[in-house]
C-alpha cells in the first residue's frame, strides 16, 4: 500500500473515532446512569461537554492547523483525545467523566479540520482527490451506523467504560502510522495572528448559553444565576460580532452572512442538526426507560435509520443535479419533521417494528439534505471557501448541544408538570418526550423554509467556481 493510502487510511480511523463518540455514548446513558447515579443534567453534561468544547474551539483548531502544520496539530489533538479516552472509560464519577469527555472535546476540536486539509495536500486534484474524500466520507457514515449498536453491545456485556476504552488501541495504532506517513503541509498565506478575543468571546457565549439551557430547570428558569448566565452569553455575543467586526484577521468575517444562500444554509443546517441530535439523545431513553429494550437492542434500532441516511446521501447528488438543490432539500427536511413527529406519537406499548417507518423517512431524509452542503459552498469565493467550512461544521454542532439541552429543558419542565398533575412516571415522560420532539419536528420544518428561501439562488449561480477543500456532509453529523 502507497503511502498516500495509507495516508487516507490514518486521517479516516482518526474520523470514525471523533464521529464515533458524538452518538456511541446515547445509547450507553441509562448504563451510565444507574451506574453513576446521575441526574437528568448529569446525563446531558456527559453528551454536551463533548460538544460544547468541540463546537466552541473548532474554528480555533482550524487556523491552528494552517499556522503550526496540519500533521502536527493532527497528532496532537490525535494524542490528546485518546488519552482522554483512557480517563473516560475508567471514570469512577460523574466529574471525572465529565472532564474527561471535556478534554475529549478539545482532542477532536484539534483533530477534524485536519482532516479534509491532509487529504487535500496528499491527493491531486480530480479523480484521485475526489475518490480520497468519498472514502473518508463513507468512514463517518460507517461511524454514524454502528455508534449506537455498538455502544450498546459494549455496555450490555462488558460495561459501560468500554465504549471509550475502545478508542486507545485505535487511537495508538493511528498515532504511529500518522506520524510515519503523513507528510507535513501548512497553509503560506495564512495570517499569523490568532484571533484570540474572537475564540476567547465566542466559547464563553456558548458555554454561557449551555450551562444555563442545561440548569434553568433545577435552579429555577428565573433565578440570579441563570438569568445572569442569559444576559452574559447575550453580552459576550454582542462583544464576539463587535470584535470580528472590527478585527483585521477575523476568526469570523461577518460580511459572509450577508450572502442569502451562505445564511439561509446556516440556519437549515442548524434546525437538521438540532432535530437529529435531539431524537438520537432521548429516542435512546424512550426505547430503553419506557419501552423496555435492551442496550444492544436500542442500538440495533437505529441502524437502519443510519444505513438508509448513508444511502440518502449516495443517492442525492444525482437527484440534486437533475431537480437542483433548492427542491430537494426543502423536501427532504420536510420528510425529516414528519418522522420526527411521526415517533413522538408512538406510545408505551410501541414494539421495534412500528418504529421503523419513521425512522426510515427520517434517515432518507436526512441523507437527502446533503446538497445543502455542496450548495452553499459553491455559493462562496474561493477565498472565503475555508472560514465557510468551518462555520458551517460549527454551526451544526452548536444545533445538536442546543438540541439536547432545549428538548431536555422542555421534556423535563412538561414531564414535572405531569407529575405534579398525577400522572404516572411513564406517562409523564412520555407527554415531555412528545412535546420535545414536536417542538424538534416544527423546527427541522422551519429549516425547510429556510433552505427553499437561500438555496433558491444557486442555479442562477451554477457558474461560480468550485471550492477547492469540500466540507463534511450533513449527513455525517452525528
Same mark, same amino acid.
Request: aromatic share 8%; proline share 4%.
Given at each position: 500500500?502507497?503511502?498516500?493510502?495509507?495516508?487516507?487510511?490514518?486521517?479516516? !480511523?482518526?474520523?470514525?473515532?471523533?464521529?464515533? =463518540?458524538?452518538?456511541?455514548?446515547?445509547?450507553?446513558?441509562?448504563?451510565?446512569? *444507574?451506574?453513576?447515579?446521575?441526574?437528568?443534567?448529569?446525563?446531558? #453534561?456527559?453528551?454536551?461537554?463533548?460538544?460544547?468544547?468541540?463546537?466552541?474551539?473548532?474554528?480555533?483548531?482550524?487556523?491552528?492547523?494552517?499556522?503550526?502544520? *496540519?500533521?502536527?496539530?493532527?497528532?496532537?489533538?490525535?494524542?490528546?483525545?485518546?488519552?482522554?479516552?483512557?480517563?473516560?472509560?475508567?471514570?469512577?464519577?460523574?466529574?471525572?467523566?465529565?472532564?474527561? *469527555?471535556?478534554?475529549?472535546?478539545?482532542?477532536?476540536?484539534?483533530?477534524?479540520?485536519?482532516?479534509?486539509?491532509?487529504?487535500?495536500?496528499?491527493?491531486?486534484?480530480?479523480?484521485? @482527490?475526489?475518490?480520497?474524500?468519498?472514502?473518508?466520507?463513507?468512514?463517518?457514515?460507517?461511524?454514524?451506523?454502528?455508534?449506537?449498536?455498538?455502544?450498546?453491545?459494549?455496555?450490555?456485556?462488558?460495561?459501560?467504560?468500554?465504549?471509550?476504552?475502545?478508542?486507545?488501541? $485505535?487511537?495508538?495504532?493511528?498515532? $504511529?502510522?500518522?506520524?510515519?506517513?503523513?507528510?507535513?503541509?501548512? =497553509?503560506?498565506?495564512?495570517?499569523?495572528?490568532?484571533?484570540?478575543?474572537?475564540?476567547?468571546?465566542?466559547?464563553?457565549?456558548?458555554?454561557?448559553?449551555?450551562?444555563?439551557?442545561?440548569?434553568?430547570?433545577?435552579?429555577?428558569?428565573?433565578?440570579?444565576?441563570?438569568?445572569?448566565?442569559?444576559?452574559?452569553?447575550?453580552?459576550?455575543?454582542? &462583544?464576539? $460580532?463587535?470584535?470580528?467586526?472590527?478585527?483585521?484577521?477575523?476568526?469570523?468575517?461577518?460580511? !459572509?452572512? @450577508?450572502?442569502?444562500?451562505?445564511?439561509?444554509?446556516?440556519?437549515?443546517?442548524?434546525?437538521?442538526?438540532?432535530?437529529?441530535?435531539?431524537?438520537?439523545?432521548? %429516542?435512546?431513553?424512550?426505547?430503553?426507560?419506557?419501552?423496555?429494550?435492551?442496550?444492544?437492542?436500542?442500538?440495533?434500532?437505529?441502524?437502519?435509520?443510519?444505513?438508509?441516511?448513508?444511502?440518502?446521501?449516495?443517492?442525492?447528488?444525482?437527484?440534486?443535479?437533475?431537480?437542483?438543490?433548492?427542491?430537494?432539500?426543502?423536501?427532504?427536511?420536510?420528510?425529516? &419533521?414528519?418522522?420526527?413527529?411521526?415517533?413522538?406519537?408512538?406510545?408505551?406499548?410501541?414494539?421495534? #417494528?412500528?418504529?421503523?417507518? &419513521?425512522?426510515?423517512?427520517?434517515?432518507?431524509?436526512?441523507?437527502?439534505?446533503?446538497?445543502? %452542503?455542496?450548495?452553499?459552498?459553491?455559493?462562496?469565493? *474561493?477565498?472565503?471557501?475555508?472560514?465557510?467550512?468551518?462555520?458551517?461544521?460549527?454551526?451544526?454542532?452548536?444545533?445538536?448541544?442546543?438540541?439536547?439541552?432545549?428538548?431536555?429543558?422542555?421534556?423535563?419542565?412538561?414531564?414535572?408538570?405531569?407529575?405534579?398533575?398525577?400522572?404516572?412516571?411513564?406517562?409523564?415522560?412520555?407527554?415531555?418526550?412528545? %412535546?420535545? !420532539?414536536?417542538?424538534?419536528?416544527?423546527? $427541522?420544518?422551519?429549516?425547510?423554509?429556510?433552505?427553499?428561501?437561500?438555496?433558491?439562488?444557486?442555479?442562477?449561480?451554477?457558474?461560480?467556481?468550485?471550492?477547492?477543500?469540500?466540507?463534511?456532509?450533513?449527513?455525517?453529523?452525528?
Amino acid at each position: 500500500m502507497n503511502r498516500s493510502r495509507l495516508t487516507l487510511l490514518a486521517v479516516s !480511523l482518526a474520523t470514525f473515532m471523533s464521529y464515533l =463518540d458524538n452518538n456511541i455514548v446515547n445509547v450507553a446513558i441509562p448504563a451510565i446512569e *444507574r451506574d453513576l447515579h446521575l441526574t437528568t443534567s448529569g446525563m446531558e #453534561w456527559i453528551v454536551s461537554s463533548y460538544i460544547l468544547v468541540f463546537a466552541g474551539l473548532l474554528l480555533a483548531g482550524g487556523r491552528l492547523a494552517d499556522v503550526w502544520g *496540519r500533521k502536527r496539530v493532527f497528532l496532537i489533538g490525535l494524542s490528546i483525545f485518546t488519552v482522554a479516552s483512557l480517563a473516560a472509560g475508567l471514570a469512577g464519577s460523574v466529574d471525572v467523566l465529565v472532564g474527561a *469527555r471535556t478534554v475529549q472535546g478539545l482532542g477532536a476540536a484539534l483533530l477534524t479540520p485536519t482532516t479534509l486539509a491532509i487529504i487535500s495536500a496528499t491527493f491531486a486534484e480530480g479523480r484521485p @482527490r475526489a475518490a480520497a474524500v468519498g472514502l473518508w466520507s463513507a468512514v463517518g457514515a460507517l461511524a454514524l451506523a454502528v455508534g449506537p449498536l455498538l455502544g450498546g453491545v459494549l455496555s450490555e456485556y462488558l460495561s459501560w467504560g468500554w465504549i471509550f476504552l475502545v478508542n486507545v488501541p $485505535v487511537g495508538v495504532v493511528t498515532l $504511529v502510522l500518522g506520524a510515519t506517513v503523513i507528510a507535513e503541509s501548512r =497553509d503560506a498565506t495564512s495570517p499569523r495572528r490568532f484571533d484570540v478575543p474572537g475564540m476567547l468571546t465566542s466559547s464563553a457565549a456558548l458555554f454561557a448559553l449551555t450551562f444555563a439551557l442545561i440548569e434553568g430547570h433545577d435552579r429555577g428558569w428565573t433565578s440570579p444565576m441563570i438569568l445572569g448566565c442569559f444576559a452574559v452569553a447575550a453580552a459576550l455575543g454582542v &462583544a464576539f $460580532v463587535l470584535v470580528e467586526r472590527r478585527s483585521t484577521e477575523p476568526m469570523v468575517a461577518m460580511s !459572509l452572512f @450577508r450572502e442569502r444562500v451562505f445564511t439561509g444554509g446556516i440556519v437549515a443546517l442548524m434546525m437538521w442538526a438540532f432535530g437529529l441530535f435531539g431524537i438520537y439523545f432521548f %429516542t435512546s431513553l424512550y426505547l430503553q426507560g419506557v419501552l423496555g429494550f435492551s442496550p444492544t437492542e436500542a442500538g440495533a434500532a437505529f441502524v437502519p435509520m443510519a444505513l438508509l441516511m448513508a444511502a440518502g446521501a449516495v443517492i442525492s447528488e444525482r437527484v440534486s443535479h437533475r431537480i437542483g438543490a433548492g427542491r430537494v432539500v426543502p423536501v427532504a427536511m420536510l420528510m425529516m &419533521a414528519a418522522g420526527i413527529a411521526s415517533v413522538s406519537l408512538l406510545g408505551a406499548d410501541a414494539g421495534f #417494528w412500528s418504529l421503523m417507518p &419513521a425512522f426510515a423517512v427520517i434517515g432518507i431524509g436526512g441523507g437527502l439534505t446533503v446538497p445543502l %452542503t455542496a450548495s452553499v459552498l459553491d455559493a462562496m469565493p *474561493r477565498g472565503e471557501a475555508g472560514v465557510a467550512s468551518g462555520i458551517f461544521n460549527a454551526s451544526r454542532e452548536v444545533a445538536g448541544l442546543l438540541g439536547i439541552t432545549v428538548i431536555g429543558a422542555v421534556l423535563t419542565a412538561r414531564q414535572a408538570t405531569l407529575l405534579a398533575a398525577g400522572q404516572a412516571p411513564v406517562d409523564a415522560f412520555l407527554g415531555g418526550y412528545r %412535546t420535545g !420532539l414536536f417542538l424538534a419536528a416544527a423546527l $427541522v420544518a422551519a429549516g425547510a423554509v429556510a433552505a427553499f428561501v437561500g438555496l433558491r439562488a444557486t442555479a442562477r449561480r451554477a457558474g461560480a467556481r468550485p471550492v477547492e477543500l469540500p466540507t463534511e456532509p450533513a449527513v455525517l453529523a452525528g
